[in-house]
């Protein structure tokens, strides 16, 4: 056991020692080339494919949800991984196993070395690129009745965009990867149109004018049917719940009510919406059973989205990185825990706009500790420390590079401060995996299974 775990991890460890996924290389020719060496399993069934700025992968995780309690067996593909890279590729809800990862990699890297050979574009295939081809070839050989893929970024040129997808779903668009996607929102929104194909259903949640224009322009262009958030379907109500809420919906099937959905927030109410509307889109367009939603939001769960992980003091963990998922965040933190006062742990990719997202945490942050997460791509803790010093005055401010340090240092203040307080971990996916590991070891990282993560994944 523990060697074949070690040998699951430095697999993983060479797969990710190529080109990052972080540095997009625009170009579909390895993954096709490599695919067609495969026999194009990208095709093997129908494919849901996933774009927007924020909230890609709940919104997969409940279309996943929603399509399996109908009685499909889904694979799903997303990124990033919290802890492990196993993550990426679900079938029937759950991470594939190491030992699948293992095998299903050795049986397609010979063609991956053919095309890497050809070094097309002067590169071999990308991490990212491998990843796609693996969870394509994963649901082949399953085989699955649909794929829920998350798109990696933009959506045009992205590795994931090499079939026809049946529904093609645009959560919100907002500034972020702006060195890639360009610095505009109708920028950002072309690149993501590339999700919409001709004769399929475009699913858009409601969008800035800036880029709605754009998604319905392409809908014009390709001949697809688009359905409007507001307009097509939506969240009508929802009530607040222990431990989630309660919602009523409406989309193709007319309104439903007493919805649970055991996940906090306004804007996981809106991607559920947004959920049931691309179930319904798959559905040619007819509404699900109720008794088939209520079961499938039911069993959501979400990992790192305002994730309650330690009950005292109250620990909660998210992967929010960019201003409007900050945003999100913390209004999703007010309604659900009302921290008072609220200490945050915060570890931030260099490339994140760390300046607007401190601004957005001062309001509500009694103290802030600067950490970081193990990556290369990782702002200093002492370099967010001094952004952070700028913003909410040297006496609100810790550093602690070593994130165990840095939450035994949140949990002595928030100890402290007594009844109401409480600790969010938060500002990248990577810190919010290696927090998780730390605080939650043993908590499922999917519904139905009750796998643990492997000892020393890579974060």
Not at 98 to 107: N, S, V, Y
């Amino acid at each position: 056991m523990l060697k074949a775990m070690r040998e699951h991890l430095d697999l993983v460890a060479e797969l990710a020692g190529r080109w990052p996924e972080q540095q997009p290389a625009r170009s579909k020719q390895r993954i096709e080339a490599v695919l067609d060496l495969l026999g194009r399993p990208q095709e093997a069934a129908p494919l849901i494919l996933i774009t927007g700025t924020n909230g890609k992968g709940s919104t997969a995780i409940m279309i996943d949800a929603l399509l399996r309690s109908q009685g499909l067996r889904v694979g799903r593909f997303s990124s990033p991984h919290l802890i492990d890279a196993t993550e990426r590729i679900a079938v029937d809800g759950a991470p594939i196993s190491p030992e699948r990862f293992d095998q299903l990699w050795r049986q397609i890297e010979p063609c991956v070395k053919l095309v890497d050979e050809r070094a097309l574009g002067g590169l071999r295939l990308t991490f990212f690129e491998a990843m796609t081809a693996l969870a394509y070839a994963v649901f082949a050989d399953a085989p699955v009745d649909v794929m829920v893929v998350e798109v990696g970024m933009g959506g045009g040129w992205d590795a994931t965009n090499v079939a026809a997808a049946q529904v093609g779903v645009v959560t919100p668009i907002a500034l972020d990867h702006t060195q890639w996607l360009g610095d505009s929102l109708a920028q950002i929104a072309a690149e993501k149109a590339g999700v919409i194909q001709a004769d399929a259903t475009a699913v858009l949640a409601g969008q800035d004018p800036e880029a709605a224009a754009v998604l319905l322009r392409r809908c014009a262009e390709v001949g697809a049917t688009a359905w409007r958030e507001g307009i097509d379907f939506g969240l009508l109500d929802r009530q607040l719940a222990v431990g989630g809420q309660v919602l009523r919906l409406t989309s193709a099937g007319g309104p439903l009510g007493d919805l649970w959905l055991p996940l906090h927030g306004a804007v996981m109410a809106r991607n559920a919406a947004l959920a049931l509307a691309s179930a319904d889109a798959f559905n040619g367009g007819r509404g699900l059973d109720p008794a088939v939603v209520a079961e499938g939001l039911a069993e959501v769960v979400a990992p790192a989205r305002t994730e309650l992980v330690h009950a005292s003091p109250p620990i909660v963990i998210d992967t929010c990185h960019n201003p409007a998922a900050v945003q999100a965040t913390l209004a999703t933190m007010d309604e659900a825990y009302a921290f008072a006062p609220q200490v945050v742990v915060w570890g931030a990719m260099a490339d994140k706009d760390s300046a607007s997202n401190l601004e957005l945490l001062e309001p509500v942050c009694a103290h802030f500790i600067a950490t970081q997460a193990d990556s290369p791509r990782a702002l200093s803790a002492a370099a967010l420390g001094e952004l952070a010093r700028e913003r909410f005055g040297p006496e609100r401010v810790t550093v602690a590079p070593e994130l165990a340090d840095a939450l035994d240092r949140a949990v002595a203040w928030a100890d402290q401060a007594g009844p109401g307080a409480g600790v969010l971990v938060a500002g990248s996916v990577a810190l919010a995996g290696a927090a998780r590991r730390l605080l939650a070891p043993d908590k499922p990282l999917a519904a139905g299974t009750d796998d643990s993560p492997p000892a020393e994944a890579e974060l």
